[in-house]
């Protein structure tokens, strides 16, 4: 039996199937963590002009997001955002397709620097993300420090 093809796209977060999986997302993440320790984009904030928005899709289903938003408030900089998984589609590498795919669209734009938040609660994106090359930082942005959450960057040659 073979591994169907992953194929990243550009999404609207306006689309019924792309609202699902953001509802999928919110319901994950609001199960791991209290409301003042969850910093999601909502859909409006995914339409933006500064924000790469993508998904993963195995057979036609769409399965994964991935987002990056471009900032200035420290020098330019992209925050990964929303990069969620499907439980019945991980450990397929799923995640590690969205962040090379960000990290490939936001080189092409010049963008050297991604920083992220994640929450202690997920030891896998916690994982992938060090062996990415990303690094554990202090609190950037508007984020306040949190001992729920771990603050990453990493500098793209």
Known sequence: MTTPEAAIEHLDPD???????????????????????THLESSADLKRPDVLFIGCRLDGKLVATGAAKIMQDDGTYAEIKRVFVLEQYRGRGLSRKIMQFLETELEHRGIRLYRLETGIKQPEALGLYRKLGYRERPPFGSYRADPLSVFMEKYSE
């Open 15 to 37: 689309v019924a199937e792309v609202r699902a999986l953001i509802a999928a997302s919110d319901a994950f993440y609001d199960g791991l963590y209290p409301a003042e320790s």
